[in-house]
């Protein structure tokens, strides 16, 4: 029994020992040799497989993916993509948004917030805030004393409307020449003393909630005020966030900013240039911050990558016509459809004799000269070309719908002027007939499918190795 225990011990010993010796981020992959935590690579699954995302992947399926992304990343830090002034330069864009507003301390903007708060309590001197609507009769400033007359009859036919049952926001609407807030019912904004003309003010003011008053006159005109709303200004707490995000909009932020930049280039001393200074502090902040780190890796990767696969896959592969023939007569199957569809154009005529001509001449000619043909030997104004689509299924064209499909009770709908229609071209009924009825399709699938393979050239070239132990722990240890 004794011994029995002692060798208990001893194991739970070595278990104990064995889980003290595991590094608290240990790796989940190498890709070319460059190691990938278990932390970044949860950063990463975690962001980019939400609730939101349509297609979620399992951890296991997203190791493949992400070390495909990696191994492009490696190809291009190879072909020193980074270092072009371009890159560079948009890495930094993207990367001081971030991290140029984690300069600042949060005291410094916090004492922004405050001193804006106390600066409108300063300013209402105990007073509420107000919310009236209005109606402007405006006033010109050279008006003859009869045009004020005329001005002020009409501000006073308005306001006895109101009286006798008329709604505000309505006569706001169509006769207020305030457009901007007869749009909304006359309705202001929320003011305080000092937002609005002094003749104004001290009408508003004086007004209970819900109560009108008489039409007066201020340096633009006649107004018919309504008060909606007073209220006392919310506590500082309340009103935060809105602060914080109006002084965010006003660009304080990016002022304190620059301010703490220029006194931590001070620090740095002579000779630094800004975006030295901002790499010193990007590298200082990522070590705090393994969320800011991740992130900024993300932008650098994220750059490099669409660079890699824009001038070496996408680009190439959409101007490989060839290639694109080839890949769509591999996988024609996959671009068969359910309904009949129309592959060719529509033309009017002024005279129906043209109908038949146009598709005598275009009957042995190349559907991508058909337009110029028609341009070349007939006058503009008998014939003319509507392209607005080269492939068309039924329902989505009446003229394609009775001429190719041959609908029963369809109407035609010629365009004015021209009351005669045609077609030219064929009715496929199983699938396209070549690539380029279905073209962007066929182009996407074909980069996608050139991406494939060149991830896999690159997979023979740099060592992927995924350790399926850590993996299993991902988001559960």
């Known amino acids: ?58 951890v296991r399926d997203y190791a493949d993916l992400f070390a495909a992304y990696k191994l492009k990343v490696r190809a291009a830090l190879d072909a020193k993509l980074d270092t072009a002034s371009s890159f560079q330069k948009e890495f930094r864009h993207y990367r001081n948004q971030q991290v140029r507003p984690m300069l600042v301390p949060e005291v410094v903007i916090e004492q922004q917030c405050h001193d804006y708060y106390d600066g409108l309590v300063q300013a209402l001197g105990g007073k509420d805030l107000i919310r009236p609507a209005h109606i402007l009769v405006l006033v010109p400033q050279n008006a003859t004393d009869q045009v004020r007359e005329e001005k002020l009859h009409r501000a006073d036919s308005l306001y006895n409307a109101i009286i006798h049952g008329a709604d505000f926001s309505d006569l706001a609407l169509k006769y207020s020449d305030d457009v901007q807030t007869g749009r909304n019912g006359g309705v202001l904004p929320w003011v305080g003393p000092g937002d609005t003309m002094e003749e104004f003010e001290n009408v508003a003011y004086g007004l209970k909630a819900g109560e009108m008053c008489r039409p007066f006159l201020s340096p633009v005109g ?83 990558l669409y ?59 190349d559907d991508d000269k058909w337009i110029q043909t028609v341009r070349e030997q007939f006058n503009a104004d008998t014939v003319t070309v509507r392209m607005d689509k ?28 021209f009351p005669y229609c045609g ?32 991830v896999k050239t690159l997979r023979q070239k740099y060592p992927v190795v995924i350790y399926e132990d850590v993996l299993a722990t991902v988001n559960n240890h």
């Open 1 to 58: 029994m004794k011994k029995t225990l002692l060798a208990c011990c001893a194991i739970l010993l070595r278990a104990a020992v064995s889980i003290a010796q595991q590094p608290a981020d240990p790796i989940v992959m190498t890709v070319a040799g460059e190691a990938v935590t278990r932390s970044e690579f949860e950063y990463n699954f975690n962001k980019n497989n939400t609730d939101a995302v349509i297609d979620k992947k399992s």
């Open 222 to 304: 006649y107004h018919i005020v309504k008060m909606l709303e007073r209220k006392q200004l919310e506590p500082f707490d309340t009103l935060h966030p809105q602060i914080h995000r109006f002084l965010e909009r006003r660009g304080v932020h990016e002022r304190l900013a620059t301010d703490a930049l220029d006194e931590i280039a001070k620090k740095y001393g002579e000779g630094y240039t800004v975006d030295q200074v901002l790499d010193m502090e990007t590298e200082r902040l990522c070590k705090e911050n393994s969320d800011l780190r991740y992130l900024v890796r993300e932008y650098h990767d994220g750059l490099l």
């Open 307 to 365: 660079e890699l696969c824009s001038t070496r896959i996408w680009e190439p592969a959409k101007a490989d016509t060839a290639g694109i023939e080839r890949y769509f007569a591999e996988n024609r199957k996959n671009y068969a459809w359910d309904k009949p569809h129309y592959s060719g154009m529509i033309y009017y005529c002024v005279n129906k004799d043209d109908v038949k001509k146009v598709k005598k001449a275009l009957k042995k000619v």
């Open 390 to 417: 080269r492939l068309f299924v039924q329902g989505a064209n009446a003229n394609v719908d009775v001429l190719a499909f041959r609908v029963k009770g369809q109407e035609m709908t010629p365009i004015e002027g």
């Open 423 to 454: 077609i030219v071209g064929k009715k496929l009924k199983n699938g396209p007939a070549k690539w380029t009825d279905v073209g962007a399709r066929v182009v996407e699938d074909y980069q996608r499918y050139r991406e494939e393979e060149y």
